[in-house]
T-cell receptor, first 113, second 112 residues
């Protein structure tokens, strides 16, 4: 099956710990994105990557970090600097940055205790 | 800053009715719009898109209308079914940009 996978589906962490969320795609897409969704809210862009070894900050990058060492993988680290990390995190990809339709993964719900 | 917003946060309809979900956008430079459907606990799914050089596009049971004069986008769902119950988001992309800006979403509730 082609698609985007995110793991785990649910994640619990203690306050002050860094945590890394996984996102993998086998669609051969160049561009990948991370969004944060809070209850009853729309999606806000955290980071995006248009090509391997390159990424840009989105609207709410503070307290997050990413890497893009492989085309198919775009992990997101939620650091202890993120003041309110509990949220639903969504990863997406698109064929390239000029082809705008984005395909989304199933999401990871992160709860910081 | 500029944003994409929605008129109605919740829309309740009966099965078989037609549904209309509205979206206002503020950036006149936006040239591409997408409607997504998100079921509870899942990632958004692409429904239909439209470019700014069009004013109407039809899919299976869905139609998107774009009125650039008043910066308004709507999604029409024909013969709404219980499986259509979800949150619907509109998203826009500005010319020359590669990222989407999402609205807050409208919850569509379909009762049998």
């Amino acid at each position: 099956d082609g698609g985007i996978t995110q793991s785990p589906k649910y994640l619990f962490r203690k306050e002050g710990q860094n945590v890394t969320l996984s996102c993998e795609q086998n669609l051969n897409h160049d561009a990948m994105y991370w969004y944060r969704q809070d209850p009853g809210q729309g999606l806000r862009l955290i980071y995006y990557s248009q090509i391997v070894n390159d990424f840009q900050k989105g609207d709410i990058a503070e307290g997050y970090s990413v890497s893009r060492e492989k085309k198919e993988s775009f992990p997101l680290t939620v650091t202890s600097a993120q003041k309110n990390p509990t949220a639903f995190y969504l990863c997406a990809s698109s064929r390239d940055s000029s082809y705008n339709e984005q395909f989304f993964g199933p999401g990871t719900r992160l709860t910081v205790l | 800053g500029e944003s994409v917003g929605l008129h109605l946060p919740t829309l309740s309809v009966q099965e078989g009715d037609n549904s209309i979900i509205n979206c206002a956008y503020s950036n006149s430079a936006s040239d591409y719009f997408i409607w997504y459907k998100q079921e509870s606990g899942k990632g958004p799914q692409f429904i239909i898109d439209i470019r700014s050089n069009m004013d109407k596009r039809q899919g299976q049971r869905v139609t998107v209308l774009l009125n650039k004069t008043v910066k308004h986008l709507s999604l029409q769902i024909a013969a709404t079914q219980p499986g259509d119950s979800a949150v619907y988001f509109c998203a826009e992309i500005k010319s020359g940009y590669s990222t989407l800006t999402f609205g807050k979403g409208t919850m569509l509730l379909v009762s049998p």
